[in-house]
């Protein structure tokens, strides 16, 4: 016959086995649902996952792009704009629009055709003139051989002259005269001594070659209609244009 008696005390924690009594459990772990510590905070491992995708959090991808937190590699360009944006050179916001003052900003405005024209006839008639003092004490310009030997020698101290003087400062005397001189396109700056010769060896040595004449008429309506920059051909090949001066 059973002792227990329903009247008697109730056993010590309300008749509820105490979990310090409870049996070890396999591989000494903590009983589950019972509290970690005394203060019944839960044991560190035991914490939430985050909630929501995991693509949402921060640094999700591996570090922060385009300057936001945890956003998309694709949301924004690192440099912050893409370079599609930005309008070409010498064009107006949305790169449609007329030609500005200069090819890039801040460059004066392109050199108008007539000055351009009237500093090449100033540059050449002052080489021809030196051309024909050195070449006349030695040869009479009525046979071929004189003339020819002044316009070769007009030709070397062409090609000489005008890539000093625009290698200096991107003017020879005829562009000082009727203010405009050779820029780089890119920035503006004064050309490098590698553009200013090869823009004086494009434009006289084909005209050595054959045919001077035709030569620089092809060069000059080359710029002509050569939008927007106006280049001739012997700027092109050396990535310069001629703006205007003060």
């Known amino acids: 016959m059973s002792s227990y008696n329903p009247s008697g005390p109730e056993p010590e924690g309300g ?4 979990f310090d009594k409870q049996p070890p459990q396999p591989g000494g772990g903590t009983p589950e649902g019972a509290p970690s510590d005394p203060s019944g905070n839960p044991p560190p491992d035991s914490t939430p996952p985050p909630s929501g995708s995991p693509y949402d959090r921060p640094g999700a991808y591996g570090g922060n792009y385009g300057g936001t937190p945890g956003g998309s590699p694709y949301g924004q360009s690192p440099y912050g704009q893409s370079p599609y944006d930005q309008p ?3 064009y107006g916001p949305t790169g449609h629009g007329a030609p500005t003052a200069g090819p890039v900003p801040g460059m004066p405005p ?3 055709w007539p000055n351009r024209i009237l500093a090449r006839l100033i540059d050449y008639v002052l080489v021809q003139v030196v051309a024909l003092i050195v070449v006349l004490p030695f040869a009479s310009l009525t046979d071929r ?3 020819a030997g002044a316009f070769w020698l007009a030709c070397a101290l062409w090609l000489i002259y005008d890539g000093v003087m625009v290698g200096r400062d991107g003017r020879t ?3 000082k005269a009727m203010k405009v001189r050779v820029a780089m396109l890119v920035d503006g700056n004064v050309p490098t001594p590698s553009a200013a010769w090869t ?3 494009v434009f006289i040595l084909p ?3 054959c045919c001077a004449a035709l030569w620089w008429v092809i060069d000059g309506l080359f710029g002509v209609f050569d ?3 106006r280049q001739c051909i012997h700027d092109k090949a050396a990535k310069t244009v001629v703006v205007t001066t003060a």
């Open 88 to 90: 070409p050179p010498g």
């Open 15 to 18: 008749g509820q086995p105490s």
């Open 110 to 112: 392109l050199g108008s």
């Open 207 to 209: 005209a050595v070659i």
């Open 227 to 229: 939008k927007p920059y």
């Open 145 to 147: 051989s004189g003339s």
């Open 199 to 201: 823009r004086s060896a």
């Open 173 to 175: 005397l005829g562009k």
